[in-house]
C-alpha cells in the first residue's frame, strides 16, 4: 500500500527524446523519473522539510519497457511513494500514452536519505517521512 498520493503531470514528448530506432529512447525514461520525483517531492514541502544538510541520492532504478512511445504522443507520468525505511524510500512510476490509455513503462527507484558533507546515510527524519503521509490525507 502506498504511503503517498499519486502525483501525475501530461506532457508531449518531444523530437529530441527520440532515439535511432524511431521511439523514446530508454534513457529519456530515467530522466524523467528523476524529474518528476524531485517535482512531487517539491510539491509536498519535501526540501523545506529536509533543510540542507541532507539530500537523496539514487541507489537503483527499474525499468521494464513495456511498449515504444513515439515523437509527439502525449503521455501520463505517475508517481507515488511506495514505503520509507530507516534510510531508503522506494518511489514506484508508470508511464500511460493517453490516447489509448496503454501501460508504456513502469519502474521503481530506490533512494538513500544521506547527509550532504559526508555523503553517509542517515536515518530519514520525521519531518520528511510525515511530508508523504500528510499529503497522502488530503
Same mark, same amino acid.
Given at each position: 500500500m502506498p504511503i503517498s498520493s499519486t502525483y501525475s503531470k501530461?506532457?508531449? =514528448?518531444?523530437?529530441k527524446? =527520440?532515439?535511432?530506432? !524511431?521511439?523514446?529512447?530508454?534513457?529519456a525514461y530515467v530522466q524523467w523519473m528523476q524529474d518528476i520525483a524531485v517535482e512531487h517531492y517539491d510539491s509536498i514541502g519535501g526540501n523545506q522539510a529536509? !533543510?540542507?544538510?541532507?539530500?537523496?541520492? #539514487?541507489? $537503483?532504478?527499474? #525499468? $521494464?519497457?513495456l511498449l515504444p512511445a513515439f515523437? !509527439?504522443? $502525449? =503521455?501520463? =507520468?505517475?508517481?507515488?511513494v511506495e514505503s520509507i525505511r530507516k534510510v531508503r524510500s522506494l518511489r514506484k512510476y508508470e508511464f500511460v500514452r493517453i490516447a489509448?490509455?496503454? @501501460? @508504456? #513503462?513502469?519502474? $521503481?527507484?530506490?533512494?538513500?536519505?544521506?547527509?550532504v558533507k559526508t555523503g553517509s546515510p542517515r536515518a530519514i527524519p520525521s519531518e520528511v517521512s510525515n511530508v508523504?503521509?500528510?499529503e497522502s490525507n488530503k
Open positions: 501530461t506532457f508531449t =514528448i518531444p523530437k527524446s =527520440i532515439d535511432e530506432n !524511431g521511439h523514446v529512447n530508454n534513457v529536509q !533543510g540542507t544538510e541532507s539530500t537523496w541520492v #539514487v541507489r $537503483e532504478h527499474k #525499468v $521494464e519497457y515523437e !509527439g504522443e $502525449e =503521455i501520463e =507520468i505517475r508517481t507515488w489509448d490509455s496503454r @501501460l @508504456l #513503462v513502469k519502474g $521503481e527507484t530506490d533512494w538513500v536519505f544521506v547527509d508523504f503521509a500528510s
